[in-house]
């Protein structure tokens, strides 16, 4: 019933920033974490970021100090700010909501390419 809405991928030159943003389509379900994981072919799939419904963030230690997630509770809404971004950077970035009740809904993806 929940739908993610995935946007803001694209090339981008090392160095280059990008926002990603993340909307779930329904607002009557209570939210409890959204999150950015991110996956490359051949490997799996690995958690970016995460931020809870209260604002606590949490982020791998490869994107500390450059990533910055975010949320708009009103709208449902999480961003990824990525700034100072590398070619191992590069993946397909995919948008995962947990719900209280206990649901998860990932989203379809959004492609992130580094140029060279």
């Known amino acids: 019933q929940v739908q993610l809405v995935e946007s803001g991928g694209g090339l981008v030159q090392p160095g280059g920033s990008l926002r990603l943003s993340c909307a779930a389509s329904?607002?009557?379900?209570?939210?409890?974490?959204m999150a950015w994981y991110r996956q490359v072919p051949g490997k799996e799939r690995e958690l970016v970021a995460g931020i809870t419904r209260g604002g606590s963030t949490n982020y791998a230690d490869s994107v500390k100090g450059r990533f910055t997630i975010s949320r708009d509770g009103a709208k449902n809404t999480v961003y990824l700010q990525m700034n100072n971004l590398r070619p191992e950077d590069a993946a397909v970035y995919y948008c995962n909501v947990l719900f209280s009740m206990g649901s998860i809904v990932w989203g379809k993806g959004t492609l992130v390419t580094l140029s060279s």
């Open positions: 329904a607002t009557i379900f209570s939210i409890d974490t």
